[in-house]
Each structure stands twice: as C-alpha cells, then as structure tokens.
C-alpha cells in the first residue's frame, strides 16, 4: 500500500468510526465513509492484543493489506475504509481471510462488482 492509501491518525479512525457505516461478519469488521474530495481508498486496520501476539496480528494485518491491493481495481475510489479484525481471524489462513473479507464488502456494497 502506498504511504497515501493509509489511515495512521487517530481523528482520521475517529471520523470513519462517527460517519461511517459498518458491516460485520463473525471475522471482520468494515467502516466505509465517502470522501468526495479523495481520488484514492485509504484503509486503516485494527487488530486487538485479544487476537493474539504481535506476530499473529501483524499476519492479520499483511493479509488484509493483500487483499485490498489484489481487490484494489474493484473497490470503490474516495472512500476511508477501517478494517478491524475479530479474534477468529488469529486460526485462518490467507484464502479464508480472502473469503471472508470479500464476503464484507459485497454486503457493504463496496465493491465495483460482485466478486
């Protein structure tokens, strides 16, 4: 992900989490909010220390940043997006992560089509 694709702030997560609009399943968590002024997506993640240690949520987080950038062409442009990962993602590996994650965002209606 490019330096401009990321939320690091913590008034930028404040916002999505006031003016977004969140879809969940039991693995994930996804805040969307539209940014009219924004030419690209930025997504900012959180992974508790309820996960797992550091190694496991950093795991979480470098699948979840694949994803976005092999989903990338399909996501809808000028939108913040705020991914917060559940304590069954610590047992899942790359391709049920993908499942679920997609799963996510076709019910937050994110995606240019359904994948």
């Known amino acids: 992900m490019k330096k401009e694709q990321r939320i690091k702030k913590n008034e930028e997560f404040q916002e999505v989490f006031k003016k977004g609009k969140s879809t969940a399943n039991r693995q994930f968590v996804?805040?969307?909010?539209?940014?009219?002024?924004?030419?690209?997506?930025?997504?900012?993640?959180?992974?508790?220390?309820?996960?797992?240690?550091?190694?496991?949520?950093?795991r979480i987080k470098r699948s979840v940043k694949e994803i976005f950038h092999k989903y990338s062409e399909q996501l809808l442009s000028g939108r913040d997006y705020v991914v917060i990962a559940r304590i069954p993602t610590a047992n899942m590996?790359?391709?049920?992560?993908?499942?679920?994650?997609?799963?996510?965002?076709n019910r937050a209606n994110v995606l240019k089509k359904r994948v």
């Open 30 to 58: 996804i805040y969307s909010l539209r940014k009219e002024d924004q030419r690209v997506f930025r997504i900012g993640l959180s992974v508790s220390k309820k996960v797992g240690k550091a190694v496991t949520r950093n």
């Open 93 to 105: 590996d790359f391709h049920e992560m993908e499942k679920s994650l997609l799963h996510v965002l």
